[in-house]
C-alpha cells in the first residue's frame, strides 16, 4: 500500500495539465471549457465573473501592493491581494485601468463588495486547482 502512494507520487505532471491551469486561472471556466466540460465551466466560470462583476459595482476594494507601505501594513495587504489576484485577467484588467482600487468606505455595500471580491478570487484557485487535476488525470 505504502509502495502505491510512491509510485503516484513519482508520476510526472503532464505539460497540459499546467498550461490548462494557467488557462483556467486567466480566464475563469476555461480551463473546463477547454477540456469539454461545458456545463462545469460555465457555472464555475459563470460564478466567478458574476461575483467579481458584483463586487465591483458594490463598491468594493481591490488589493494592490504598491509599494508605499511599510512593514506590517504591507504584509497586511498582501493576503487579500492575493486572494483578489485569483480572479485572473479581469484584476489584471482592473489593475491596469485603476478600477476598483479606490476605498469606497462610505457605500453601505462596501464591505459586501470586499467580500465578493474575495471571494471571487478564492474560488477560482479552486476552480483552476480542479481543471489542472482532471488534466493531469487526478480527478474524472
Same mark, same amino acid.
Given at each position: 500500500?505504502?509502495?502505491? *502512494?510512491?509510485?503516484?507520487?513519482?508520476?510526472? =505532471? @503532464?505539460? *497540459?495539465? &499546467?498550461?490548462?491551469?494557467?488557462?483556467?486561472?486567466?480566464? @475563469? #471556466?476555461?480551463g473546463?471549457?477547454? /477540456?469539454? *466540460? &461545458?456545463?462545469?465551466?460555465? %457555472?464555475?466560470?459563470?460564478?466567478? &465573473?458574476?461575483?467579481?462583476?458584483?463586487?465591483?459595482?458594490l463598491?468594493?476594494?481591490?488589493y494592490?501592493? !504598491?509599494?508605499?507601505?511599510?512593514?506590517? !501594513?504591507? $504584509? $497586511? /495587504?498582501? $493576503?487579500?491581494?492575493?486572494?483578489?489576484?485569483? !480572479?485572473?485577467?479581469?484584476?489584471? +484588467?482592473? %489593475?491596469?485601468?485603476?478600477?476598483? +482600487? =479606490?476605498?469606497?468606505? /462610505?457605500?453601505? =455595500?462596501?464591505?459586501?463588495?470586499?467580500? +465578493?471580491?474575495?471571494?471571487? #478570487?478564492?474560488?477560482n484557485?479552486?476552480?483552476? $486547482?480542479?481543471? +489542472?487535476?482532471?488534466?493531469?488525470?487526478?480527478? /474524472?
Amino acid at each position: 500500500m505504502v509502495a502505491n *502512494r510512491i509510485e503516484k507520487r513519482n508520476v510526472e =505532471t @503532464p505539460k *497540459r495539465a &499546467w498550461l490548462l491551469g494557467l488557462a483556467a486561472w486567466a480566464l @475563469p #471556466g476555461a480551463g473546463h471549457i477547454i /477540456q469539454k *466540460r &461545458w456545463l462545469r465551466g460555465i %457555472l464555475l466560470g459563470g460564478a466567478v &465573473w458574476a461575483m467579481f462583476l458584483i463586487g465591483l459595482w458594490l463598491g468594493g476594494h481591490l488589493y494592490a501592493v !504598491s509599494g508605499k507601505e511599510h512593514g506590517l !501594513s504591507a $504584509l $497586511l /495587504q498582501l $493576503l487579500p491581494m492575493i486572494a483578489n489576484f485569483g !480572479s485572473g485577467l479581469p484584476y489584471l +484588467f482592473c %489593475l491596469v485601468g485603476n478600477i476598483g +482600487f =479606490t476605498d469606497n468606505a /462610505q457605500l453601505v =455595500t462596501y464591505e459586501y463588495g470586499n467580500a +465578493f471580491l474575495l471571494v471571487a #478570487g478564492l474560488f477560482n484557485y479552486l476552480a483552476m $486547482l480542479g481543471a +489542472f487535476d482532471i488534466a493531469a488525470g487526478r480527478k /474524472q
